[in-house]
Nanobody
Framework: QVQLVESGGGSVQAGGSLTLSCVAS????????MGWFRQAPGKEREGVAW????????YYADSVKGRFAVSQDNAKNTLYLQMNSLKPEDTAKYYC???????????????????WGQGTQVTVSS
């Protein structure tokens, strides 16, 4: 199991930026990818971005492509999500996840082996 703790959420005006962090601890086993998901009230959880263990590949949902950037510092066991040009529709609770890697070009789909953090709230006002 991997323990994940997110931080960095908050309230920001449209057009602003935030950086989320996720510190991982424990044994990842074959969970070679880390990802970010978000869930807005009344909506399903959606994948935002994911990255391979050694940062050789990143994937972004179309809704955030060009605005968000996922990265990691393996020495610090920390995953990041840099969010720029934020929009009100980005308002959601953001979750960090560790899981098997999807096929390249495909979104991360949570399963029974997905490890989750507790989430951090991001609110974007217009």
């Amino acid at each position: 199991q991997v323990q994940l703790v997110e931080s960095g959420g908050g309230s920001v005006q449209a057009g602003g930026s935030l950086t989320l962090s996720c510190v991982a601890s424990g044994y990842r086993y074959n969970r070679d990818c880390m990802g970010w998901f978000r869930q807005a009230p009344g909506k399903e959880r959606e994948g935002v971005a994911w990255i391979t263990r050694y940062s050789t590949y990143t994937y972004y949902a179309d809704s955030v492509k060009g605005r968000f950037a996922v990265s990691q510092d393996n020495a610090k066991n920390t995953l990041y999500l840099q969010m720029n040009s934020l929009k009100p529709e980005d308002t959601a609770k953001y979750y960090c996840a560790a899981d098997l890697c999807p096929s390249l070009g495909r979104p991360m789909v949570p399963g029974r082996n997905t490890n989750w953090g507790q989430g951090t709230q991001v609110t974007v006002s217009s």
